[in-house]
């Protein structure tokens, strides 16, 4: 075996090729580096020049790509931000931390919209980012480049994070796994912060499988980080292969009834439905009354936590700094300079809407809204396992068709950011192609059941079969994948 036949492993069976000696890390992370450092989609913002020390650990040095958000200490971490181009924090963020302890690598830094305010990929400073199914295409949102990346095969798993779909989202359009776990599950110390009750780390890989293995070792407890809680149990390789007994709630206002869901994608949808009943799961229609308003409510509470957490950026501490002739003038150059107009959109908003006399109008009534959406969500699960939707309205959309309008790019979020509000877990997966393009399959459990969404995920995973290998951006792939068989000594 070669290091070039392994980058078409999932991170699993990888790590079983390494646990049998049929390579070494040194190998494995070259390979992977030389596909990174040569591609051609804007994935990444920095590539490590050589490989680091690996811990001994359960995942044996497999490389993992880091979204720009997290802090690396003494490796550039910029959030896609001119403000906070060449950055390199004096600390590491605990989950990646977690990860190195556990064994992985540091690949590289990947590219994202602008402190993770975007859709598309499309507002970082660093450019946008292609998706590799079609390079005139979006890949996603915020985590744009740790799907693409992905997807690619320019990495074997990646983390980022999801404040409103910014992991599942790019997980849809780009054809991978990717999943959001209950919120508090993965410490929030060293992430630069978005929207503090929402931003949350989680996994993007090539299969279920790989994304447990990966949480697995991200989650924890924290006391650097007062809202991280851990997870009551430990995540465990999935192993379902049918639904049976399984209860899917299908909400009216996150599928049939909402406007803006493309026909291939409710296509795609209504068919794995159809996989899932096979499998022995029920399904049955079912009402999410405060859905429909998530988008609204979160388009007030996101810019009002990133108008706060964005204050820090003032040219005086770290970061961009331009001149101006007093105080004033210089916190105000800078902040222009240093921020892109989308940053600045939400900025504005979000300091109106906590502005005297708007406050209780707007972001007073939104909080209500998000704590009715999180009711509905409780009396939801009392009925059903899961709730399922399309994870994203459309398939991956042209580069350069929605920068103009921001409603119409918000909207791409309108499927899971009612998770995000509740402070769920959901997961995507891939569930078929529409116009040659990825769709996704979003399951959402109540808190803390991340093993179960996990193990129904996997079971729909296998049934459905779907195909991500003609994202690979370059050559030197194996034409036959190597065979998934049971998991080897993968240390969960």
Not at 43 to 57: K, L, Y
Not at 114 to 132: I, R, T
Not at 386 to 407: E, I, N, S, Y
Request: hydrophobic share 40%.
């Amino acid at each position: 075996m070669t290091a070039t036949d392994a980058v078409a492993f999932t991170a699993a069976q990888a790590v079983d090729a390494l646990a049998r000696g049929d390579l070494s890390a040194g190998e494995l992370f070259a390979a992977y580096r030389e596909r990174a450092a040569g591609e051609e989609l804007n994935a990444f913002t920095w590539v490590a020049e050589e490989a680091p020390a690996v811990q001994d650990g359960p995942l044996k040095g497999v490389p993992v790509a880091v979204k720009d958000l997290f802090c690396t200490r003494g490796v550039p971490s910029q959030s896609g931000s001119r403000i906070l181009e060449g950055y390199r924090p004096p600390y590491t963020a605990t989950v990646v931390e977690n990860l190195e302890r556990a064994g992985t690598t540091l690949l590289g830094k990947t590219n994202q919209d602008e402190f993770a305010m975007g859709s598309s990929n499309e507002n970082s400073a660093f450019g946008p980012v292609l998706n590799p199914w079609d390079r005139g295409r979006v890949p996603g949102g915020s985590s744009g480049g740790s799907a693409a990346a992905v997807a690619a095969g320019l990495t074997p798993w990646a983390i980022a994070t999801d404040t409103g779909g910014s992991i599942r989202q790019p997980a849809a359009l780009c054809g991978i796994v990717g999943m959001k776990p209950t919120y508090g599950a993965v410490s929030r110390y060293g992430m630069i912060a978005f929207a503090s009750s929402l931003d949350q780390a989680g996994p993007l890989t090539r299969d279920v499988t790989d994304a447990a293995l990966l949480l697995g070792h991200m989650v924890s407890r924290d006391p650097r980080d007062s809202t991280s809680i851990g997870l009551p149990e430990a995540i465990r390789l999935p192993d379902a292969r049918r639904l049976d007994g399984i209860r899917l709630g299908v909400p009216e206002e996150l599928s049939g009834e909402a406007e803006g869901i493309e026909p291939g994608v409710m296509e795609a949808f209504e068919a794995t439905l159809r996989v899932a009943q096979e499998l022995g799961a029920s399904l049955e229609t079912m009402r999410l009354p405060h859905a429909e308003h998530g988008l609204s409510a979160y388009y007030v509470l996101a810019p009002a936590e990133a108008s706060s957490n964005l204050a820090r950026y003032d040219g005086v501490r770290y970061g961009l700094r331009s001149d101006g002739s007093d105080l004033v003038s210089l916190y105000t150059q800078t902040r222009h300079d240093g921020f892109g107009p989308e940053v600045k959109r939400r900025i504005m908003l979000g300091t109106y809407a906590l502005s005297s006399g708007y406050y209780d109008a707007y972001y007073g009534r939104a909080q209500k809204v998000r704590t009715k959406i999180a009711q509905d969500f409780h009396e939801a699960f009392e009925r059903f396992d899961f709730v399922v939707t399309p994870t994203a309205p459309t398939v991956a959309f042209g580069l350069g068709t929605k920068v103009h309008d921001p409603l119409a790019m918000y909207l791409n979020d309108y499927c899971t950011v009612p998770m995000s509000l509740a402070g769920t877990p959901a997961i995507s997966i891939p569930n078929g192609l529409s116009e040659g393009l990825p769709t996704g399959f979003q399951i959402a459990g109540p808190a803390f059941s991340e093993n179960a969404i996990l193990d129904a995920a996997h079971a729909l995973e296998g049934a459905i079969g779907f195909d991500g290998s003609r994202a690979f951006s370059r050559g030197g792939m194996p034409s036959t994948p190597p065979e998934r068989g049971a998991p080897g000594p993968l240390g969960l």
